[in-house]
């Protein structure tokens, strides 16, 4: 049974930073989603099971940072220069089964329940 439990979220300050954790069950290929009110889910960054791929969506590139600490099966994702428009529901996903290389967005099978980030203005 895999299970992804969120955290870390809050409400900052635009310019401030955040890190969000995605404790697993396993040691897979994560990913990091967000979802604001009356958008689509969209992709933010993933890394593969041994962290040596990372990828970011553009908008987020040079302000946020994926990592893990596979003693903990657990995976980052630091949030700094935090924009308004970051504010979402961010959620950690995984895709099974296992693969080396980092999943299509298409392939994400599991979900966390999610953590709310909010950025004031």
């Known amino acids: 049974q895999v299970q992804l439990v969120e955290s870390g979220g809050g409400l900052v300050q635009a310019g401030g930073s955040l890190r969000l954790s995605c404790a697993a069950s396993g040691r897979y290929a994560m990913a990091w989603f967000r979802q604001a009110p009356g958008k689509e889910r969209e992709f933010v960054s993933a890394?593969?099971?041994?962290?040596?791929?990372?990828d970011y969506a553009d908008s987020v590139k040079g302000r946020f940072t994926v990592s893990r600490d596979n003693a903990k099966n657990t995976v980052y994702l630091q949030m700094n220069s935090l924009k308004p428009e970051d504010a979402a529901v961010y959620y950690c996903a995984t895709a099974l089964p296992l693969r080396l290389g980092l999943p299509r967005s298409s392939d994400y099978n599991y979900w966390g329940q999610g953590t709310q980030v909010t950025v004031s203005s």
């Open positions: 890394i593969t099971w041994n962290g040596g791929i990372t």
